[in-house]
């Protein structure tokens, strides 16, 4: 699989299905009937001790379009200066499970499909990735319980060998609490998540092998009338700080 555009589509999905698939505005904790999300993150920087919005980062702008039932149905991701470099689209069955992904280039050609199958008895889920030519680029493996939360995940590439596994324990209100990770290299991190009153991530901490807090990111947010965040403050290991702008259109 790769790493990419890829990566950010799934491999930092918390949520997944289950008997009957938990909404894309779930998963993402957005309230109301929202159409679509343009996201723009920016550097943010202390000048003569005011902390000023500099210039876009690249890697991080998108554009992301849901339906009236809250599934994704199609997302960009663009330059700093608004120049799309890459799209993909979803494909779901009649009961809202997601069968495929077709992910394009800045030029629209295909550049990897990826391809959903699930056992509802196991709570199973196999996501496997396909280049533009049919082959076989990588898989992920993953189960749920029986809210449709994800307790496990595993990723293999294109010759299955192992790459990395991971754990998810959540809170009462469903939230990723702890996320235990460990490569093929076993070296193992372990990632502790704390709230707000608004279900959204306040802090992350970062643990090594023997349990000592290595990094830290902190978060503050802006709303809309909504209840959305519209804008995020990410402070990271104390030093250097990312602003997100986000632009929610709703039905």
């Given at each position: 699989?790769?790493?990419?555009?890829v990566t950010l589509l799934f491999l930092f999905s918390l949520l997944g299905y289950a008997q009957y698939p938990i909404t894309d505005?779930?998963?993402?904790?957005?309230?109301?009937?929202?159409?679509?999300?343009?996201?723009?993150?920016?550097?943010?920087?202390?000048?003569?001790?005011?902390?000023?919005?500099?210039?876009?980062?690249?890697?991080?702008?998108?554009?992301?379009?849901?339906?009236?039932?809250?599934?994704?149905?199609?997302?960009?991701?663009?330059?700093?200066?608004?120049?799309?470099?890459?799209?993909?689209?979803?494909?779901?069955?009649?009961?809202?499970?997601?069968?495929?992904?077709?992910?394009?280039?800045?030029?629209?050609?295909?550049?990897?499909?990826?391809?959903?199958?699930?056992?509802?008895?196991?709570?199973?889920?196999?996501?496997?990735?396909?280049?533009?030519?049919?082959?076989?680029?990588?898989?992920?493996?993953?189960?749920?319980?029986?809210?449709?939360?994800?307790?496990?995940?595993?990723?293999?590439?294109?010759?299955?060998?192992?790459?990395?596994?991971?754990?998810?324990?959540?809170?009462?209100?469903?939230?990723?609490?702890?996320?235990?990770?460990?490569?093929?290299?076993?070296?193992?991190?372990?990632?502790?998540?704390?709230?707000?009153?608004?279900?959204?991530?306040?802090?992350?901490?970062?643990?090594?092998?023997?349990?000592?807090?290595?990094?830290?990111?902190?978060?503050?947010?802006?709303?809309?009338?909504?209840?959305?965040?519209?804008?995020?403050?990410?402070?990271?290991?104390?030093?250097?700080?990312?602003?997100?702008?986000?632009?929610?259109?709703?039905?």
């Amino acid at each position: 699989m790769r790493y990419n555009i890829v990566t950010l589509l799934f491999l930092f999905s918390l949520l997944g299905y289950a008997q009957y698939p938990i909404t894309d505005w779930e998963k993402e904790n957005l309230k109301g009937k929202v159409k679509s999300v343009k996201s723009i993150t920016y550097q943010y920087i202390n000048d003569n001790g005011k902390m000023q919005k500099g210039s876009p980062m690249t890697g991080f702008n998108t554009l992301v379009s849901y339906n009236i039932k809250g599934y994704k149905v199609s997302g960009e991701q663009f330059s700093t200066d608004e120049k799309i470099i890459g799209s993909w689209v979803y494909i779901y069955e009649g009961n809202n499970l997601l069968r495929q992904v077709d992910v394009f280039n800045q030029k629209k050609q295909v550049q990897e499909i990826m391809k959903h199958t699930y056992n509802s008895k196991t709570q199973k889920e196999d996501v496997n990735g396909y280049d533009a030519n049919g082959v076989f680029t990588g898989k992920q493996i993953a189960c749920y319980d029986e809210k449709g939360l994800k307790i496990n995940e595993l990723l293999l590439d294109s010759k299955e060998n192992f790459l990395m596994k991971s754990e998810f324990i959540y809170d009462s209100k469903s939230n990723l609490s702890e996320r235990y990770i460990e490569d093929k290299e076993g070296k193992k991190v372990v990632l502790k998540y704390v709230y707000d009153e608004k279900n959204n991530v306040i802090e992350e901490n970062y643990y090594g092998n023997g349990g000592q807090l290595y990094g830290q990111k902190k978060f503050t947010y802006k709303y809309d009338n909504q209840g959305n965040w519209i804008e995020r403050i990410e402070e990271i290991y104390g030093m250097s700080q990312v602003l997100t702008e986000r632009k929610i259109t709703y039905y």
